[in-house]
């Protein structure tokens, strides 16, 4: 089969398009035929010899943990998801191969049925960026009516559906973003939205119980100083991988709880995510829709911090 993998860590350009044997289905995985490969900040990381590329066991790798597809082999006859049934999930990359590729193999238990409301493109957007949205708002923050709830980034992939989550859940929703994305972030249930370009936030905030951190230091020390903005006892949840060494000593010394995030495949968390698409009361946005060749293009977009929501590879026609 195509696939788009790396042989080797290094820029865009070590994506390279390879023919690699099918995937073999075991155990209680099914075979999925790819329509679409959602692409992650991880993505980029790993590509780049960061993120999971140590774990990478063999060359070439497979990357691309969001995907949409139709299953080829179900685990055994009586099944739920048989072959035919459109589904969507995430994959465990490197662990298992991705999603940058015409088929994979995936356990059941990070595959459900792809909701009817959503194309396989839009479907293919979802899982890594809602998942990671929903474990670090709902599950850890536990976003409720009255709290008061920063974000960081919020037009990105993670961002745009964590902003969603907390307005949801009742939360007066603060956003840190660019000038082109104000109206739109308010449209998706922002209280505050901060122009970064133009304003310090912490000029402008105070006395928050949480910040959802998708930036760390790598950018401008978003991180430490988001640590003057919290209320005593508050709470900061930070996701992108090593960007914040230093992050419990500055958060014990400023008085503040401070953790990292680290998503999981889960199909029983993305079913309740399902549900809250289908009803329209969350929505993905998708940036841009590219052919799977095109993939160390699409890298260079998203490394290059400017789309809103997510892109997509499309792997198949469907």
Same mark, same amino acid.
Request: hydrophobic share 45%.
């Given at each position: 089969?195509?696939?788009?993998?790396?042989?080797?860590?290094?820029?865009?350009?070590?994506?390279?398009?390879?023919? #690699?044997?099918?995937?073999? $289905?075991?155990?209680?995985?099914?075979?999925?035929?790819?329509?679409? *490969? %959602?692409?992650?900040?991880?993505?980029?990381?790993?590509?780049? @010899?960061? %993120?999971?590329?140590? *774990?990478?066991?063999?060359?070439?790798?497979?990357?691309?943990?969001?995907?949409?597809?139709? #299953?080829?082999?179900?685990?055994?006859?009586?099944?739920?998801?048989?072959? %035919?049934?459109?589904?969507?999930?995430?994959?465990?990359?490197? $662990?298992?191969?991705?999603? /940058?590729?015409?088929?994979?193999?995936?356990?059941?238990?990070?595959?459900? $049925?792809?909701?009817?409301?959503?194309?396989?493109? !839009?479907?293919?957007?979802?899982?890594?960026? *809602?998942?990671?949205?929903?474990?670090?708002?709902?599950?850890?923050?536990?976003?409720?009516? @009255?709290?008061?709830?920063?974000?960081?980034?919020?037009?990105?992939?993670?961002?745009?559906?964590?902003?969603?989550?907390?307005?949801?859940? @009742?939360?007066?929703?603060?956003?840190?973003?660019?000038?082109?994305?104000?109206? +739109?972030?308010?449209?998706?249930?922002?209280?505050?939205?901060?122009?970064?370009?133009?304003?310090?936030?912490?000029?402008?905030?105070?006395?928050?119980?949480?910040?959802?951190?998708?930036?760390?230091?790598?950018?401008?020390?978003?991180?430490?100083?988001?640590?003057?903005?919290?209320?005593? %006892?508050?709470?900061?949840?930070?996701?992108?991988?090593?960007? +914040?060494?230093?992050?419990?000593?500055?958060?014990? *010394?400023?008085?503040?709880?401070?953790?990292?995030?680290?998503?999981?495949?889960?199909?029983?968390?993305?079913?309740?995510?399902?549900?809250?698409?289908?009803?329209?009361?969350?929505?993905?946005?998708?940036? @841009?829709? /590219?052919?799977?060749? !095109?993939?160390?293009?699409?890298?260079?977009?998203?490394?290059?911090?400017?789309?809103?929501?997510?892109?997509?590879?499309?792997?198949?026609?469907?």
């Amino acid at each position: 089969m195509r696939a788009m993998a790396i042989a080797e860590a290094g820029g865009p350009e070590v994506l390279r398009m390879t023919r #690699v044997p099918m995937p073999v $289905r075991a155990n209680a995985e099914l075979l999925v035929k790819v329509i679409a *490969a %959602g692409v992650n900040p991880v993505d980029a990381k790993t590509r780049a @010899g960061q %993120g999971a590329f140590a *774990a990478i066991d063999r060359f070439p790798a497979i990357l691309g943990n969001d995907f949409s597809g139709i #299953v080829v082999e179900a685990p055994y006859e009586a099944h739920a998801l048989q072959p %035919g049934t459109e589904v969507y999930g995430m994959g465990m990359v490197p $662990r298992m191969s991705g999603a /940058y590729a015409e088929y994979l193999s995936v356990t059941e238990l990070s595959v459900i $049925r792809k909701p009817s409301t959503l194309s396989h493109v !839009e479907a293919a957007a979802v899982p890594l960026a *809602a998942l990671t949205a929903w474990g670090m708002v709902v599950e850890t923050a536990k976003a409720h009516e @009255g709290q008061r709830m920063l974000i960081h980034a919020g037009a990105g992939g993670v961002g745009h559906l964590a902003v969603q989550f907390a307005a949801y859940f @009742g939360a007066h929703v603060i956003v840190t973003g660019s000038s082109r994305n104000i109206g +739109w972030l308010r449209d998706l249930g922002a209280s505050e939205v901060i122009d970064h370009s133009a304003t310090r936030f912490e000029d402008v905030v105070s006395d928050v119980d949480v910040v959802i951190d998708l930036i760390g230091n790598v950018r401008d020390d978003t991180a430490s100083r988001s640590l003057a903005v919290l209320r005593p %006892g508050g709470l900061i949840v930070n996701a992108p991988t090593g960007s +914040w060494p230093t992050m419990r000593r500055e958060a014990e *010394a400023a008085g503040v709880r401070a953790t990292g995030y680290r998503v999981a495949p889960d199909g029983a968390t993305l079913a309740v995510i399902s549900r809250l698409l289908e009803s329209g009361s969350v929505r993905v946005y998708v940036d @841009g829709v /590219y052919d799977l060749e !095109e993939a160390p293009r699409v890298h260079e977009l998203l490394e290059s911090g400017h789309t809103r929501g997510k892109l997509v590879l499309k792997v198949h026609e469907g």
